[in-house]
């Protein structure tokens, strides 16, 4: 079965330092891996995806995200923070091909907090 | 364009009420997308329709959850005899076709049942 683990709830980080947030997947065959952000009151935006292309994956706003199959990991990151990526953010497995279409498996999300 | 609209955006509901909640999806996407995110969750699939054919209603918790699309694009969840564990935020997501992996996302509908 697919599934991701979000290893952190809560990460907390200093304006202008680097973020990483942690994700391990679990998946029966090749993944297809997402982050989505999800700002209070705005809908969830894809932020990038791995679909077996690059192992490195860039996405929106400096965010890039690395697919490591030996570790099973899709970890987060951002050279320099902002304070507008204080968010929860999500990691995001597609479920297996079934009637023709695809689910998306959430993590349970971790808060990203950015202090001055 | 405009993206994916959902309304009302917030619903506070007395227990046993039945509500109507409404999602307009992107024009010209097939698919769409119910999910429920409970406080402090990620969300969690609830039901998928390709254009007015409900594919697949799986994640929908009990019989008093109920979704359609009857023309192919607006779609509406009902929720029947509300109970304080309806409390979640409804997510409506679209996609252009069946096999498009890329879901775009409504801001969602506050319900909250007291």
């Known amino acids: 079965a697919q599934s991701v683990t979000q290893l952190d709830s809560h990460v907390s980080v200093s304006e202008g330092t680097p973020v990483l947030l942690r994700c391990n997947y679990s998946s029966s065959y090749s993944p297809s891996l997402f982050w989505y952000v999800q700002h209070p009151n705005k809908g969830l935006q894809l932020l990038l995806k791995?679909?077996?292309?690059?192992?490195l994956v860039k996405g929106i706003n400096g965010f890039e995200a690395e697919f490591k199959k030996s570790e099973t990991s899709f970890h987060l990151t951002k050279p320099s923070a902002h304070m507008s990526d204080a968010a929860e953010y999500f990691c995001?497995?597609?479920?297996?091909?079934?009637?023709?279409?695809?689910?998306?498996?959430f993590g349970a999300g971790t808060r990203l907090a950015v202090h001055p | 364009g405009a993206g994916v609209s959902q309304s009302p955006r917030y619903k506070v509901a007395k227990r046993g009420q039945d509500v109507a909640l409404r999602c307009d999806p992107i024009?010209?996407?097939?698919?769409l997308f119910w999910y429920q995110q409970a406080l402090g969750q990620g969300p969690e699939f609830l039901t998928y329709?390709?254009?007015?054919?409900?594919?697949?209603k799986s994640g929908l918790p009990s019989d008093r959850f109920f979704a359609e699309r009857p023309e192919g694009s607006v779609s509406t969840l009902k929720i029947q005899r509300t109970q304080q564990e309806d409390s979640a935020v409804y997510l409506c997501?679209?996609?252009?076709?069946?096999?498009?992996?890329?879901?775009?996302f409504g801001p969602g509908t506050r319900l909250t049942v007291t």
């Open positions: 997501a679209s996609s252009f076709d069946r096999s498009s992996y890329e879901q775009y």
């Open positions: 791995y679909t077996s292309a690059a192992t």
């Open positions: 995001v497995v597609r479920g297996p091909y079934s009637g023709g279409y695809n689910k998306l498996i």
């Open positions: 024009s010209g996407h097939v698919s």
């Open positions: 329709f390709q254009n007015e054919a409900q594919l697949d």
